[in-house]
């Protein structure tokens, strides 16, 4: 089993940065490739972006305009999301998911965090 434990959300002003962690435990994180989602009030989820296994490769989401950076630290079994220019329409509960396979797909992916609430105001 993989557990997932995002943090980093909160509030910020449009124009603003803020940094998600996803801290991952239970297996070798290593073999994991880790994707982030978000899912806004009443709309579907979501994807943002995703690191492969060693994080070498990473992949966006077209709508993000260059304004999102994902990483990941496999010593310390972390991925980041790295946020920039935030807009309103940014607000989301954003979570990470893990799986074997790397993709955008969420139905792709079997292991998921609780989730962590970003609000950006104008």
């Known amino acids: 089993q993989v557990q997932l434990v995002e943090s980093g959300g909160g509030s910020v002003l449009a124009g603003g940065s803020l940094t998600l962690s996803c801290a991952v435990s239970?297996?070798?994180?290593?073999?994991?490739?880790v994707g982030w989602f978000r899912q806004a009030p009443g709309k579907e989820r979501d994807f943002v972006a995703s690191?492969?296994?060693?994080?070498?490769?990473?992949y966006y989401a077209d709508s993000l305009e260059g304004r999102f950076t994902v990483s990941r630290d496999n010593a310390k079994n972390t991925v980041y999301l790295q946020m920039n220019s935030l807009k309103p329409e940014d607000t989301a509960v954003y979570y990470c998911?893990?799986?074997?396979?790397?993709?955008?797909?969420?139905?792709?992916?079997?292991?998921w965090g609780q989730g962590t609430q970003v609000t950006v105001s104008s």
């Open positions: 998911a893990a799986d074997l396979s790397w993709s955008s797909v969420a139905d792709h992916y079997n292991y």
């Open positions: 239970g297996r070798t994180f290593s073999d994991y490739a």
């Open positions: 690191v492969s296994w060693s994080g070498n490769s990473t």
